[in-house]
């Protein structure tokens, strides 16, 4: 390429002679202008797909669309978070687990940018184009502008004035990426860059202009999506990957170089006067169409294909009658789709075995100016392109190859295969619910648990981050991640009150639900042994049948009601109350100390895009729910025969849910106690006993409500020390 554009300089200044000076010295400072230093390779495909950290590692120019790693310029190392749960010895004691964090900086190109779409770690979607991440963190990404000013994290952990502002170089920051999607380790990084035009012109001019070589182009022709020069190359190796797809000549001009599509490729008549000694091609040419194993008889071609995430895509073009004649693999950094990338294989090919006939012509000495890649025709019609000049006793030899004619216009029909693509669906708003629950199996004896859920609408919902403050909002502390998208909707039509005692095949619930996830169906064996246990506003029932009868809409029957002692809520049912399956594995427990018993502790669900100062926060009172006696049931009253009351009671145990000796269950408090209110027509009065049963002679009625009591209500209900009064028991008599 020096030779076209010495040549051109020697004959402006001392004509024709000149100009074959000009070649001499031009050929000498060729490698040194555009190949500086040895073999090399141009660029290639698999240059984007591994992130390097090595200092010297080259900085890729991309231009249009690339998916493409990076290169790792700064990590402040790994950071490690605590997250304490648990509590008493009998819920198994107090346990500590850690989740670590990095934050770092990924160079992504060595030119300006105009923005980062997703991001890829490990081969799995990162970040989706609206931003959202899948995984806990930010990035911030600069576009490598010449006023960019020092990242904040960087310049606060290198000092002020430390930390660079690596204008010119277009880098995405991470700030507290949390690793253990990711084994603990920073990931493999990929990135959709746009980065402006990936129109031939802009390429070539911006690929000279960094090897500061002057460079035009015009009227270049090969539509292309993105295309990266990432690799250590000469810049004709650069040009020489994108002839492929873009074919061009290299012309000498006074200026520099100019890059000439096929358009502007004037053939230079060549009259049969003009052969030296009247010789034609056909007589001095070396024709090599015989020489079948010069081109192959099957091509493939390698591309990154948009339609599937920027992964390699390979198209394969075959010559009719030749597929014995070899295979030759052409691998690209460029992003086609594949009726595109069809197209270019099936023109390389044909250029391949067009190329193939090639001979000698030898010219008068005013022929000269022809250089390699000039276009002659001759006399027949045929062009041909020269590849070689030689000159020798005033007589000028060229090397010539016929040229290839235009394939067709409109790309061909291909398949670019099954796409292994990744949803890219944001995740969505959070929606949480805090609560507590009556005495469950595996509950701690000594602490309060509370239980979280999340979930979302969208079905691109992941998970959240659960943070909680126990200090009104002053400080906060993440308490773990929840992962599993909990089953919860509302209540739109309620079930009526029925006996807990039996099946309830009366009832219906209708919910609906938050999202797509679908109930279903459980064998009565199956509920008997816990399946599908819902919490429905306060009650706790399980169900047998779920039919879905309108999209998210269910329809729940075939129940057990007032499971694990919320019979008393069965009453209490309104439209639009919430609705929660509860599934151990989509469900945070969360313990807190007893003396948090009354208080409020503030809790917040934060999903990967979420800012934790913009997150709602949700306000919970704590009852001690799992700590609470469960009511008594099997109320008797009974006169004695001299008008006195006598009442007893059955116990139940929040531990004895299993009744494992089918005799009696555990007491589980520290003691056995209750509390009596006594309500008549003349007042209410309180008592307190240390077994379930109670009597008031006719004396003692007299002695406190005046007369004996005819009728009233009596409300039993068990103490705990630890959390004081559990639910009550309402008797009418």
């Given amino acids: 390429m020096a030779t076209l554009l010495l040549s051109a300089a020697g004959t402006l200044v001392a004509g024709p002679i000149g100009g074959a000076v000009g070649s001499l010295i031009g050929a000498r400072v060729d490698s040194h202008l555009l190949d500086r230093g040895g073999n090399r390779e141009g660029p290639r495909l698999s240059d984007l797909s591994v992130q390097s950290g090595d200092y010297g590692a080259p900085l890729a120019r991309h231009y249009g669309v690339m998916r493409s790693a990076g290169t790792l310029i700064w990590s402040d190392g790994l950071r490690e978070t605590a997250h304490r749960s648990g509590g008493g010895k009998k819920s198994g004691g107090r346990t500590t687990s850690y989740s670590y964090s990095a934050s770092f900086a990924v160079a992504l190109a060595g030119r300006r940018i105009d923005g980062v779409g997703r991001i890829w770690a490990d081969g799995k979607l990162l970040r989706g184009a609206a931003g959202d991440m899948r995984s806990g963190g930010r990035v911030r990404v600069y576009d490598g502008s010449e006023r960019q000013t020092p990242d904040t994290l960087i310049e606060a952990a290198l000092g002020p004035g430390h930390a660079p502002a690596f204008r010119g170089l277009a880098y995405a920051v991470f700030e507290d990426l949390e690793l253990a999607d990711f084994a603990n380790r920073i990931p493999n990084l990929s990135f959709e860059i746009f980065a402006g035009s990936a129109a031939p012109e802009t390429i070539v001019e911006d690929l000279g202009a960094a090897c500061d070589v002057e460079m035009s182009a015009s009227r270049l022709t090969g539509d292309m999506t993105g295309f990266s020069a990432a690799s250590h190359s000469a810049l004709k190796d650069l040009l020489g990957v994108l002839a492929p797809i873009v074919p061009h000549k290299v012309l000498a001009s006074p200026v520099g170089l100019h890059i000439a599509g096929p358009a502007e490729t004037k053939a230079w008549e060549v009259s049969p006067s003009d052969l030296v000694g009247g010789e034609t091609i056909g007589e001095r040419r070396r024709d090599v169409r015989s020489a079948a194993s010069g081109s192959p008889g099957i091509l493939t071609l390698a591309a990154a294909d948009p339609d599937r995430d920027f992964q390699p895509g390979v198209q394969r073009s075959f010559r009719v009658g030749a597929r014995q004649a070899g295979v030759r693999h052409i691998e690209l950094p460029v992003s086609l789709h594949a009726g595109r990338a069809k197209q270019v294989a099936e023109a390389c090919l044909r250029r391949l075995w067009d190329r193939r006939r090639s001979g000698e012509l030898r010219l008068p000495f005013h022929h000269i100016h022809l250089a390699p890649n000039d276009a002659i025709r001759l006399s027949d019609g045929s062009e041909w392109t020269v590849t070689g000049t030689e000159i020798a006793g005033f007589t000028v030899t060229l090397s010539v190859e016929q040229r290839v004619g235009a394939g067709p216009q409109t790309p061909p029909a291909a398949d670019g295969g099954t796409p292994r693509v990744e949803a890219d669906i944001p995740q969505g708003e959070t929606v949480t619910r805090v609560f507590e629950l009556p005495p469950m199996d595996g509950d701690p004896d000594s602490s309060i648990r509370l239980r979280i859920a999340a979930g979302g609408r969208s079905p691109g919902w992941r998970y959240a981050e659960i943070w909680a403050s126990l200090d009104a909002e002053e400080s906060w502390r993440s308490i773990g991640v929840i992962s599993t998208a909990a089953k919860m909707g509302r209540v739109s039509a309620v079930p009526m009150s029925a006996d807990s005692s039996f099946w309830d095949m009366q009832s219906s619930v209708i919910v609906d639900m938050l999202d797509d996830q679908a109930l279903e169906n459980a064998s009565r064996n199956a509920v008997l042994s816990g399946a599908n246990l819902a919490k429905v506003g306060d009650e706790l029932l399980q169900f047998c049948r779920a039919e879905e009868i309108a999209p998210r809409r269910w329809r729940l029957s075939e129940l057990l009601r007032g499971r694990r002692g919320t019979e008393a809520a069965m009453a209490t049912h309104v439209e639009g109350e919430a609705f929660l399956l509860l599934e151990p594995e989509a469900i945070m427990p969360f313990d807190v100390p007893l003396d948090r018993l009354g208080g409020t502790i503030h809790i917040k669900a934060a999903g990967p895009a979420d800012s934790l100062p913009l997150v ?26 001299d008008a006195g009351l006598n009442v007893c009671w059955i116990r139940r145990s929040r531990r004895g849910f299993g009744w494992p000796d089918h005799v009696d269950v555990p007491l589980a408090e520290g003691r056995e106690r209750y509390r009596l209110r006594l309500s008549s027509q003349n007042g209410t009065a309180e008592y307190l006993v240390d077994e379930p049963q109670f009597a008031l002679s006719a004396a003692d009625q007299i002695a406190t409500f005046g007369a004996p009591v005819t009728g ?15 639910p009550e028991t309402v008797f009418e008599f």
């Fill in 616 to 641: 709602p926060v949700e306000a919970v009172t704590i009852s001690g729910a799992n700590l609470r006696p469960l009511s008594p049931v099997h109320i008797h009253m009974r006169r004695g025969a």
């Fill in 712 to 726: 009233g209500t009596l409300a039993v209900s068990q103490l705990s020390d630890l959390v004081g009064d559990g």
